[in-house]
């Protein structure tokens, strides 16, 4: 099965490129479906937190971020500003602080099978395969996305369709100030495709364009694995 084929199934959201120099990020967040985002350590939870919102780009409806207070006593509190900045556009979201990992299981769940939001981000510490596959199934049954976001001790198995760990990568020069840092920069390895087990892991180096908030990948590395560069990828864009 090939990267296209993802697309069809609402797993990833993409759209042809517009050249075929084009670098920008492949995958867009689906339709449907269960995705985890996992920082590679503790320091890169900013990080994650930044690839995930800049994966939530919805048009409209409502997102639900769920989120369980020892991750915010761990990590902070993702400000309103933060918000803002990555998401100018997009529709308002709601915010739920839970104290018990089954509350906020329950409150993620909740929301999905409402119907009455187009995303729910959950920020928990962990989650068994029971409760990730029974994620997947309401994502799946009521056609809302989730985005699990996840600290680096996440491991084991998973019924998601995706995970992701994020790390922090050195910026790139400011063309403007060479003194000043430049774009943002993620390293994103795919750990786990679950309707392409085959490529996986592999690896991107992604460049956040601060004026757009889309994601590029860095030229170069588009199709380097984990371990090594052994498949050839097809060009593709983000979604609209």
């Not at 296209?4 to 670098?23: E, K, N, V, W």
């Not at 068994?128 to 989730?146: E, H």
């Not at 991107?204 to 199709?223: C, H, I, K, R």
């Amino acid at each position: 099965m090939e990267l296209d084929a993802l697309s069809a199934l609402g797993i990833f959201r993409m759209s042809p490129a517009r050249s075929a120099t084009d670098a920008r990020f492949p995958f867009g967040l689906g339709a449907e479906g269960l995705h985890e985002i996992i920082a590679a350590s503790f320091g890169d939870m900013p990080a994650a937190t930044g690839f995930a919102l800049t994966m939530s780009q919805i048009k409209s409806g409502v997102a639900v971020w769920v989120n369980q207070t020892i991750t915010e006593m761990n990590y902070g509190r993702v400000s309103p500003l933060g918000l803002t900045q990555l998401r100018p556009s997009a529709p308002p979201m709601l915010i739920a602080r839970t104290r018990r990992l089954e509350s906020a299981l329950w409150a993620i769940e909740e929301a999905v099978q409402s119907r009455a939001v187009s995303l729910v981000i959950g920020e928990i510490p962990d989650l068994n395969f029971t409760a990730s596959r029974r994620l997947a199934l309401a994502s799946k049954r009521c056609g809302v996305p989730i985005l699990l976001l996840m600290p680096h001790t996440r491991q084991g198995s998973t019924a998601a369709v995706a995970r992701w760990r994020i790390s922090t990568q050195p910026s790139c020069h400011n063309r403007y100030d060479p003194n000043a840092p430049g774009p943002i920069r993620w390293q994103a390895v795919l750990e786990r495709a679950r309707q392409l087990p085959h490529i996986t892991p592999v690896n991107f180096t992604l460049e956040l364009n601060d004026e757009t908030l889309s994601l590029s990948v860095v030229p170069g590395l588009a199709s380097d694995t984990a371990e090594a560069s052994t498949h050839t990828w097809p060009q593709y864009g983000t979604a609209p």
